[in-house]
């Protein structure tokens, strides 16, 4: 059985942060590509060449994709064959803070959301999490997740009898109020099942499956499509200037919940989606 350490995981944390910071991910980038390519207002085309042209610059330059660095999410998933030892992520915090001093990048988590809104100076606390699973092997999974995108996120108690097209009118009344402060094109995680306190992850969790990959359950992937279209056709397009693509991706994850509940959770992702899967 394989062993998790706390170095291991300090290691590819501090790895991961400058490459998500500085590289856009390869399905994000070949998604801004193919929308460029199909967009057939040129104010929107320009948009989405300009953000293609910053993440070349970025790379090239070793300098953030965005100002905005976000928030560091940690989530180390464990399968049956891993030993997760107590104290895995003892480290994280010390390796985000020497990867934002050394990358010079922005610092932005303050010490209390209400009691203490001064700066930590480092961007830690990181905000850690882990889960057990069935498949083999271990990941971490990191997410760098600006303040834009989580304000325009939301999580909603809907009742039973709203159903799909409650899901779908409660995405689009977000969307049309809150998609431009989100830096669109979006990557949209829809959060459906579990509790109140459970849901919002689900949300979290859909945004790291890339684009391309669709959702396992057939039923889940046709309510991605339906729902990317709809999106798509509110022409909020790229940078809220108008055009065909509102939106790269909708990401939709279920879970079991109570008789009474239909939780929804929509969490926006920006147009620079710097998320990454790690093999430990």
């Known amino acids: 059985m394989k062993t998790i350490t706390r170095e291991q995981v300090a290691a590819v944390l501090r790895d991961a942060i400058p490459q998500l910071a500085f590289d856009l991910p390869q399905d994000i980038e070949q998604a801004l590509r193919d929308a460029a390519q199909r967009e057939e207002s040129p104010r929107a085309a320009e948009v989405l060449n300009l953000l293609l042209e910053n993440a070349r610059m970025a790379h090239e330059d070793r300098v953030a994709i965005c100002q905005d660095t976000g928030s560091v999410w940690v989530c180390l998933e464990a399968g049956p064959d891993v030993l997760v030892a107590g104290d895995a992520l003892a480290d ?20 209390d959301a209400l009691f203490d809104r001064a700066n930590t100076g480092d961007n830690t606390p990181a905000f850690t999490e882990v889960h057990l699973v069935e498949r ?5 999974h990191v997410m ?47 959060g459906i099942g579990g509790t109140f306190d459970k849901v919002a992850g689900l949300a979290k969790q859909a945004l790291m499956r890339p684009i ?13 499509e339906e729902l990317l279209a709809l999106v798509n056709a509110t022409g909020i397009g790229a940078g809220a200037l108008g055009g065909a693509t509102t939106a790269l991706a909708v990401r939709v994850q279920t879970a079991p919940c109570h ?13 620079a989606m710097r998320r990454g899967t790690y093999e430990l």
């Open 92 to 111: 994280v915090d010390a390796a985000v803070g020497a990867a934002y001093t050394e990358g010079n990048l922005r610092k932005s988590i303050v010490r």
């Open 136 to 140: 083999p092997g271990a990941r971490l």
């Open 144 to 190: 760098l997740k600006g303040g834009g995108s989580d304000n325009a996120s939301r999580v909603t108690m809907l009742v039973p009898g709203a159903g799909k097209q409650g899901i779908v009118d409660e995405l689009l009344a977000c969307v049309r109020l809150k998609a431009a402060n989100a830096c669109p094109p979006l990557v949209i995680g829809v």
């Open 212 to 224: 391309g990959q669709p959702n396992p359950d057939a039923r889940a992937a046709a309510l991605e």
């Open 259 to 271: 008789i009474a509940a239909l939780p929804l959770a929509i969490n926006m992702g920006c147009s």
